[in-house]
């Protein structure tokens, strides 16, 4: 028996039996039904299980990468503690040569034996070479690679059952929603005239499943990932948003969701006019007021004041130096093209505009600021990346200093601060919950399954806290009756995300944790 549409109509008719991990019924093509996922003797299937990145980050410079990710011995590894399914993460790239499907082929030589399902994922689309990569937006041939890249997938596995479904692009973040459906429907179509027997993962084009829209296919999983409150999953994480995510909250606990203004140091020294070589310019004394947490530098300038390039900032802080992050504006931000490490530019009303200027005091990067009427400021800060920020507390006294070239100024430059407050929330199961409440709604209504493709912890400072982080997200996804994929089974370095670190240093505990949850507790 193979899933059509009128045969997944009738398939409520079996759905009594479940089955987590069940070796027999793995061979046996899944399909939709209602909320569940169902094999073809209409027993219901929830997939709980890993994903295999497969070092998709290292593919452009070592082509051998993903092959050296995992071995037969690691999904035997996987099975013996539950595990019955494995999003396998894939970059577009190794598909250029015939290395994409060498490794599908390998893990389905060892998950099948094992009754083990995979979960094809596209890590990385096209024109792409990282995951935050969204140049297919703007590429009207990027966008047809990806469709016949899976067309080619889809001829290719259309009758193995060891293939629970196809993820058709991870984590996409269109510009515009609507971008993303009319992609997704394409895809599915191309999908559709080559394989109408596996499940299409469709994920949600946001966070936490917001913007998830029913597709015209009854062969549909739908799919959002979880790293809630982003503070605990990403704790000392430097690379999202460009700056480091804080270090100092604990799950279970009050953890800072975000950051509110509360004013700026107005009464600061002003440079009214013109310099063509660099100087150096110093704020004065800064007393900071009642209501503040946390300052951030501020570089500013107003009025008619030509092009302005700031270098070289730097903060004391009751008369010791601080470090600031990208003082020197050298590293340039891999997420923004052209826009500095950790700097924000805000402009107000009128002409300004902020750039990263090639020409500085030392090294090769400075902030500028170009206008002629209005206003405009470089600033560290963005949401609850606490990182670049400094935490104060009222009475501390502060002063920022710089160096400033602004040969055509005819207004006021300023170096200072904003001065802003954290906004925090008590974290426990119950906010876990409540924070994917919406969807689960959405999907109860829609009578539709969900799959949660990824949720896990750095381990930060305090490893308690990502394994009670960690066990609750399970405690609900199970208790919701969700499917899910645990982030992730290997990281080559110091300990991460992964199950295994170092590639080969096993987190026991974690482990132990995973296999209560494989096993339902």
Not at 55 to 82: T, V
Not at 177 to 199: C, K, P, S, Y
Not at 356 to 379: K, Q, V, Y
Request: hydrophobic fraction near 35%.
């Amino acid at each position: 028996m193979r899933f059509s549409y009128p045969l997944l109509t009738l398939c409520m008719l079996f759905c009594t039996v479940q089955v987590d991990a069940d070796i027999s019924a793995a061979t046996s093509m899944l399909g939709v039904c209602g909320r569940s996922i169902v094999n073809e003797e209409g027993q219901e299937v929830v997939l709980r299980g890993m994903n295999m990145d497969c070092y998709y980050y290292l593919y452009d410079s070592d082509p051998e990468a993903p092959f050296d990710y995992a071995s037969e011995e690691d999904i035997e590894y996987l099975a013996g503690i539950g595990c019955n399914s494995l999003r396998l993460c894939l970059n577009w790239k190794m598909f250029e040569t015939d290395a994409g499907f060498r490794l599908i082929d390998d893990y389905l030589s060892w998950c099948e034996p094992l009754g083990i399902y995979i979960i094809l994922d596209m890590h990385i689309v096209p024109p792409g070479a990282r995951a935050s990569d969204m140049g297919i937006w703007s590429s009207a041939h990027a966008r047809d690679q990806l469709c016949e890249l899976w067309r080619s997938i889809a001829v290719r596995y259309a009758d193995r059952s060891c293939i629970a479904g196809y993820d058709l692009f991870n984590e996409p973040s269109p510009p515009e929603v609507q971008q993303w459906w009319d992609l997704a429907h394409r895809i599915n179509g191309v999908i559709r005239e080559v394989d109408t027997n596996h499940i299409l993962f469709i994920e949600s084009p946001s966070w936490n499943g917001a913007g998830l829209r029913i597709m015209d296919d009854p062969n549909v999983v739908y799919s959002f990932h979880s790293y809630e409150p982003f503070v605990i999953s990403h704790a000392t994480a430097s690379w999202p948003g460009d700056s480091p995510v804080p270090d100092e909250y604990s799950y279970p606990g009050t953890v800072i969701t975000g950051m509110q203004w509360v004013g700026w140091s107005s009464d600061v020294a002003r440079l009214d006019t013109s310099t063509r070589d660099w100087i150096h310019w110093e704020s004065g004394l800064i007393t900071i007021p009642r209501g503040v947490e946390w300052v951030s530098l501020k570089a500013n300038a107003c009025g008619d004041v030509g092009c302005v390039l700031f270098d070289e900032l730097r903060l004391q802080q009751n008369g010791t130096e601080q470090e600031v992050v990208n003082w020197n504006i050298e590293e340039t931000s891999y997420r923004r093209a052209g826009q500095p490490t950790s700097w924000y530019f805000y402009h107000g009303e009128g002409d300004f505009s902020g750039t990263l200027g090639d020409n500085s005091f030392s090294g090769t990067g400075s902030l500028e600021i170009t206008g002629s009427s209005g206003s405009g400021s470089w600033i560290q800060t963005r949401s609850f990346y606490t990182g670049p920020l400094f935490r104060v507390q009222p009475g501390d006294m502060l002063v920022v200093s710089g160096m400033i070239s602004a040969p055509e100024n005819k207004g006021e430059i300023t170096l200072g601060l904003d001065y802003l407050r954290g906004n925090y929330k008590d974290y426990d199961i119950d906010r876990l919950k409540g924070g994917i409440q919406d969807v689960l709604d959405w999907a109860d209504n829609c009578d539709v399954p969900l799959y949660i493709g990824e949720f896990g912890a750095l381990p930060g400072s305090d490893p308690e806290s990502r394994y009670n982080f960690v066990t609750d997200w399970l405690r609900v996804m199970n208790a919701e009756g969700l499917h899910w994929a645990f982030w992730t089974y290997r990281n080559p370095g110091a300990q991460a995300f992964g199950l295994w670190h170092q590639s080969s240093i096993l987190d026991e505990r974690l482990a132990d944790i995973l296999s209560a949850a494989y096993g339902v507790y």
